[in-house]
């Protein structure tokens, strides 16, 4: 079975660091693509960042919203996708989701880690 | 930037009864990577439709879409109680990769 584990998210004050990790299992992680989204309380949802696997050279791209503050990575011997997210801000508070894909394959995502950040 | 606009916003609908929704992109989806996503209150996404047209693992029939270019459907042939949430779709086949602002498909 497909699965996606999300952790690491918890309280943190504005400006702060945190660093999310998502553990793939059940699929071959290192032939994915790894993508990580959030939905603020409320809201829709909104995409953050992907980092494709070697086959597509292992690209990365950030949504405008938080380009400078974060950094997507990926460890496919332990199958986790990072996301470092940095100089927190309150509109940054919201659960965020990993998915993978492959082609036009989409995994089934997580159940999210909430992250708030509160001043 | 690829630009979702799914309508309608609400669908007020009984159980058993079809319901259509619509997502209309302001240009091409590359490769047709159109997803669709259901989500309850408190729950995550899931993942119903890839690819515009193929139902992910699990997914019962009387869900289905299609389209392509820039005009895409879900369609529930028969809605179940279960199914009454709210519907995403979402664009992944150019950065920056984007959602639609949602329809909830609530019980009239």
């Known amino acids: 079975e497909v699965q996606l584990v999300e952790s690491g998210g918890g309280l943190v004050q504005p400006g702060r660091s945190l660093r999310l990790s998502c553990t793939g299992s059940?699929?071959?992680?290192?032939?994915?693509?790894m993508t990580w989204f959030r939905q603020a309380p409320g809201k829709g949802l909104e995409w953050v960042a992907v980092?494709?696997?070697?086959?597509?050279?292992?690209?990365?791209d950030y949504a405008a919203a938080m380009k400078g503050r974060i950094t997507i990575s990926r460890d496919d011997a332990k199958s986790i996708a990072y996301l470092e997210m940095d100089s927190l801000k309150t509109e940054d508070t919201a659960v965020y989701y990993c998915?993978?894909?492959?082609?036009?394959?989409?995994?089934?995502w997580g159940q999210g880690t909430l992250v708030t950040v509160y001043s | 930037e690829v630009v979702l606009t799914q309508s309608p916003d609400i669908l007020s609908l009984s159980a058993g009864e079809r319901a259509t929704l619509s997502c209309r992109a302001s240009?091409?989806?590359?490769?047709?990577?159109l997803a669709w996503y259901q989500q309850t209150p408190g729950q995550a996404p899931r993942v119903l439709i890839y690819?515009?047209?193929l139902r992910a693992a699990g997914i019962p029939d009387r869900f289905s879409g299609r389209g392509s270019g820039t005009d895409f459907t879900l369609t529930i042939s028969r809605l179940e109680p279960e199914d009454f949430a709210v519907y995403y779709c979402?664009?992944?086949?150019?950065?920056?990769?984007?959602f639609g602002g949602g329809t909830k498909v609530e019980i009239k």
């Open positions: 980092i494709r696997h070697k086959g597509h050279g292992g690209t990365i």
């Open positions: 240009q091409s989806v590359n490769g047709d990577y």
């Open positions: 998915g993978g894909g492959r082609g036009s394959y989409r995994t089934p």
């Open positions: 059940g699929f071959t992680f290192g032939d994915y693509s």
């Open positions: 690819g515009a047209s």
């Open positions: 979402h664009q992944y086949g150019s950065a920056p990769l984007t």
